[in-house]
C-alpha cells in the first residue's frame, strides 16, 4: 500500500500478511482523492473513517494534512498495525478506536466533515449503514459520507445520495448531509 498525496507522498507502507481486510486500490484510492481534491480543504476537516482495516484511508488523509482523524476498526491485529504506522509516521493526526462501528457511532467524539466507511462486502446490514451514520448525527450539515461497496448493492433511492463511481470492483457512493442546524 502507498500514500499518494500529501507531505507522505509515495511513502510504501508494509502491511502484514494474514490481515483480515481487503484494502481500497490504490486506483481507486487515486480516484477518490482527485474527486475529493475538488470539494474539500483537507488542512480544515475532521475524518471519520469506519472499518479502516489497514488505515489506507485514513494514513491517506492524515499525509493531506487534515486537522484529525479518526480510525475505528474492530480487528486487534489491524488497529495495532494502525497505530505502529501512525507512530513510526509521526501522525499525531490520528486517533486509533479498537471498536465495533455500529456501537462506536452513538458514542462517537464530536461530528466530521468526512465520513469514510469502507465495511466488509458481506456485512450484513450493509445497505442501512447511511442512514446509521445521519441518524446518529456524526455528520456535519454539508459533510460529505462516502460508501465503498460491492455491485450488489445500491445507495441510490436514499434521500442524502448524490453520486456514484466506480473503479472496477471498487464501487463508492457519495452522499451530502443537507441537515442545516
Known amino acids: 500500500m502507498r500514500i499518494i498525496g500529501g507531505k ?3 511513502r510504501i507502507i508494509h502491511t502484514p500478511p494474514g490481515l483480515p481486510v481487503r484494502p481500497t486500490t490504490d486506483k481507486a484510492k487515486e480516484a477518490l482523492f482527485n474527486i475529493l481534491n475538488h470539494h474539500v480543504d483537507f488542512e480544515s476537516i475532521r475524518v471519520l473513517d469506519l472499518f479502516a482495516g ?11 494534512g487534515a486537522i484529525e482523524v479518526v480510525s475505528v476498526e474492530n480487528n486487534p ?20 478506536y479498537k471498536a465495533d462501528v455500529m456501537r462506536f457511532l452513538p458514542n462517537a467524539p464530536g461530528t466530521f466533515d468526512v465520513v469514510f466507511a469502507d465495511p466488509p462486502y458481506d456485512m450484513e446490514g450493509i445497505s442501512r449503514l447511511p442512514e446509521k ?10 459533510g460529505l459520507l462516502i460508501v465503498e461497496h460491492p455491485d ?6 436514499h434521500k442524502s445520495f448524490r453520486d456514484k463511481r466506480r473503479y472496477s470492483k471498487v464501487h463508492f457512493s457519495f452522499f451530502e448531509n443537507m441537515r442545516t442546524d
Open 8 to 10: 507522505l507522498s509515495r
Open 54 to 64: 489497514t488505515g489506507n484511508i485514513s494514513f491517506e488523509f492524515a499525509s493531506r
Open 77 to 96: 491485529r489491524c488497529t495495532r498495525f494502525v497505530s505502529q504506522v501512525k507512530e513510526k509516521l509521526s501522525l499525531d493526526n490520528i486517533t486509533v
Open 133 to 142: 451514520i445521519f441518524s446518529n448525527h456524526v455528520l456535519k450539515p454539508g
Open 152 to 157: 450488489t448493492v445500491s445507495f441510490e433511492s
